[in-house]
């Protein structure tokens, strides 16, 4: 991997999450999937369960559907590759359990700083669609667009992802 932290955007089936499952991989580390899906429904659950399938047996998992600071200062280590997937979904739990969006953010883009291993993360950028109609929807979308800001900016390099195919958004140099 080129730089220490990644960060993977793109729209609904962009292929941003395959293609941070396939820059995990080339890193030749142990591979750690945290995840912050929450299985509400059969339909969620099926997807789960299906992308756990996809990974297979070299990946070990864990959920941290909120406290996603906490679970990569704990789990980061230089052998091994964080990868998370997804940071909408853990800004739609912080909206949904009423935590402070803000705060959590600030929490993350630091354990990502301080973190002794490459760290992967995977998001959807959700600010090239019309304007929502309804206010939770714009506070979620605006959310969402406020996040990923603040990782990009605490990464070393950025990709995005259009139709399978990356484009480097940011990439520092390394010298």
Same mark, same amino acid.
């Given at each position: 991997?080129?730089?220490?932290?990644?960060?993977? $955007?793109?729209?609904?089936?962009?292929?941003?999450?395959?293609?941070? =499952?396939?820059?995990?991989?080339?890193?030749?580390?142990?591979? $750690?999937?945290?995840?912050?899906?929450?299985?509400?429904?059969?339909?969620?659950?099926?997807?789960?369960?299906?992308?756990?399938?996809?990974?297979?047996?070299?990946?070990?998992?864990?959920?941290?559907?909120?406290?996603?600071? /906490?679970?990569?200062?704990? %789990?980061?280590?230089?052998?091994?590759?964080?990868?998370?997937?997804?940071?909408?979904?853990?800004?739609?739990?912080?909206? $949904?359990?009423?935590?402070?969006?803000?705060?959590?953010?600030?929490?993350?883009?630091?354990?990502?700083?301080?973190?002794?291993? /490459?760290?992967?993360?995977?998001?959807?950028?959700?600010?090239?669609?019309?304007? /929502?109609? %309804?206010?939770?929807?714009?506070?979620?979308?605006?959310?969402?667009?406020?996040? %990923?800001?603040?990782?990009?900016?605490?990464?070393?390099?950025?990709?995005?992802?259009?139709?399978?195919? /990356?484009?480097?958004?940011? =990439?520092?140099?390394?010298?």
């Amino acid at each position: 991997m080129k730089g220490r932290s990644l960060f993977v $955007l793109g729209g609904a089936r962009s292929g941003k999450s395959r293609y941070a =499952q396939s820059r995990t991989e080339e890193t030749g580390l142990t591979r $750690l999937f945290i995840a912050t899906a929450q299985a509400f429904d059969g339909e969620m659950e099926d997807r789960i369960a299906h992308h756990r399938q996809e990974r297979g047996g070299a990946w070990k998992t864990i959920e941290a559907p909120i406290h996603l600071a /906490p679970a990569i200062r704990e %789990n980061a280590a230089a052998d091994t590759v964080l990868l998370i997937d997804c940071l909408t979904l853990w800004t739609s739990n912080l909206m $949904l359990a009423g935590f402070d969006i803000a705060a959590a953010t600030e929490l993350l883009t630091d354990a990502i700083a301080d973190a002794h291993g /490459p760290v992967i993360l995977v998001s959807n950028e959700v600010g090239l669609g019309i304007v /929502p109609d %309804n206010t939770l929807a714009r506070r979620f979308r605006d959310a969402a667009g406020i996040v %990923n800001q603040r990782v990009a900016a605490a990464v070393d390099e950025v990709q995005f992802l259009v139709s399978g195919l /990356p484009i480097a958004v940011k =990439q520092k140099s390394r010298g």
